[in-house]
């Protein structure tokens, strides 16, 4: 045994020194390691090229072909502005009073020109946006809100434990228990008010309908006029949709930093979760496609995750949403894991890559439908297809225009052109003719006055998973 000749005051001292000797040897190690194995990727890639060259495979030059993206070392902030770090910071951030009287203004018009003396604006189970948008609360189990010109808002919900915190969230709206009649109440309501013929907004059962029905008549649907309210969101809108694009962003952060071979379906989806929930974001959706590129099975994201675990050779499409309160982003990546792309992977996604250009390439206020169309032909020149829609309106529920390809359409082209202001998601799912295979790629956009502008930062590439 060799004894060192330095005098250690204490054994404690002796110690700490002789572990701090063996951190620095185990991080010289690893830094030799992982020098080794970055040489050893480096010769592998190079015979890869060259056993494909050899079989006819053409390949770009080296320096100009799409290179994998290594993921970024940690996910910093979100890197917001100070007006939107101040929106994001907030306790439970407002809209001005501007905005929400730009709103109620809104619907007074459309309930002018519909001929409603009072709306019953409904959300029911967490479904439909309409009760958020007018009154800043996001309907849980049951809200009637009741709207009329001059007449202050009122809104019934449930349940009981709901009401502390409906009543702190909703703005220039006197909130009440439903106390499991919550219809019944909002009927009284509506006749002591003199309401004579109604309008509806939202969703709303049947017998519930037909309750409403025995005492106003026939009940007037503004549902697509809704829709037309929200096509063309505002300052104030949009602002929340770049927070909401911000947080769906870290998931993909979080997908290329922590997804390991081995990991379920379900584990991507709680990385994504686990990389937005800490700052406020909440999951809207996260869909995957799993399958491998030798054999693939299926060509578009799946709705819900299984236990299937990634396997070396497989690809991953994926489709999330995180939003920030009742405002979504959206993006849409692919990966590979532990392999490269194949030929045919390759191909698929450098068609959707092109898509996605082409169409935001015409994106701009006054496009006409089929100039959308005509750009996302790059994909049927290719020989290739789509499943999922092409593009469509987002923020506030799934809106016009929604739009497949040449070879798949979506239905009757809408009547209708792109306005600055409108928010859509452009996802070029380019497959195979016979949906064996595809890829995803894209993310929602903000349509301006002479183009597009993107609302995410995340770094556009098909990424690999170790």
Avoid at 183 to 194: E, P, Q, S, T
Avoid at 455 to 460: F, I
Wanted: charged share 25%; hydrophobic share 40%; net charge positive.
């Amino acid at each position: 045994m060799i004894r060192s000749s330095l005098k250690y005051p204490s054994q404690t001292q002796y110690d700490s020194d002789k572990f701090l000797g063996m951190k620095r040897i185990s991080q010289a190690l690893l830094c030799t390691v992982a020098a080794a194995r970055q040489a050893h990727r480096a010769g592998v890639e190079t015979r890869v090229r060259n056993r494909l060259q050899s079989v006819g495979v053409r390949l770009a030059p080296k320096s100009t072909q799409r290179k994998t993206r290594r993921p970024p070392p940690m996910p910093g902030p979100l890197n917001l502005d100070a007006r939107l770090a101040a929106i994001h910071a907030a306790e439970y951030p407002r809209f001005s009073d501007a905005e929400m009287a730009r709103r109620r203004a809104a619907l007074a018009r459309v309930m002018e020109e519909a001929e409603v003396d009072h709306l019953l604006m409904c959300g029911e189970q967490r479904a439909g946006t309409g009760v958020a948008w007018l009154t800043s609360w996001p309907a849980t189990v049951e809200a009637y809100a009741i709207v009329a010109p001059g007449e202050p808002q009122l809104m019934y919900v449930e349940w009981y434990n709901h009401w502390p915190l409906a009543r702190k969230l909703a703005c220039d709206t006197e909130v009440r228990w439903g106390e499991h009649r919550g219809i019944d109440k909002a009927i009284a309501d509506l006749k002591a008010r003199g309401a004579r013929r109604v309008g509806l907004m939202g969703a709303l059962g049947l017998s519930k309908c037909r309750k409403l029905e025995a005492h106003f008549g026939p009940l007037v649907d503004l549902n697509r006029e809704y829709v037309r309210l929200r096509l063309v969101k505002s300052r104030e809108e949009i602002d929340w949709m770049r927070i909401a694009a911000a947080l769906t962003d870290r998931a993909i952060e979080g997908l290329r930093r922590e997804a390991r071979l081995g990991m379920t379906e379900h584990e991507l989806g709680a990385i994504c979760e686990a990389a937005y929930h800490p700052h406020g974001g909440v999951t809207y959706i996260h869909y995957f496609l799993v399958t491998p590129m030798a054999a693939p099975e299926y060509c578009v994201p799946r709705q819900f995750t299984s236990s299937r675990k990634l396997r070396p050779g497989d690809v991953i499409a994926t489709e999330i949403t995180a939003q920030f309160f009742d405002y979504p982003g959206q993006i849409l990546r692919s990966f590979t894991v532990a392999a490269e792309p194949t030929p045919l992977f390759r191909k698929l996604y450098d068609t959707a890559e092109a898509a996605f250009d082409a169409v935001t390439g015409v994106i701009r206020h006054g496009t006409r439908m089929q100039e959308i169309i005509d750009a996302a032909r790059v994909i049927e020149d290719a020989g290739l297809t789509v499943y999922d829609d092409l593009m469509h309106g987002f923020g506030g529920g799934y809106f016009p225009p929604v739009l497949g390809s040449k070879s798949r359409p979506a239905g009757p082209l809408p009547q209708m052109t792109l306005e600055a202001g409108m928010t859509c998601v452009v996802q070029p799912n380019v497959i195979t003719p016979d949906q064996k295979a595809g890829v995803q790629v894209g993310e929602l956009v903000l349509v301006t006055e002479t183009g597009f502008e993107r609302l995410h930062r995340a770094e556009r590439g098909l990424f690999r998973i170790g």
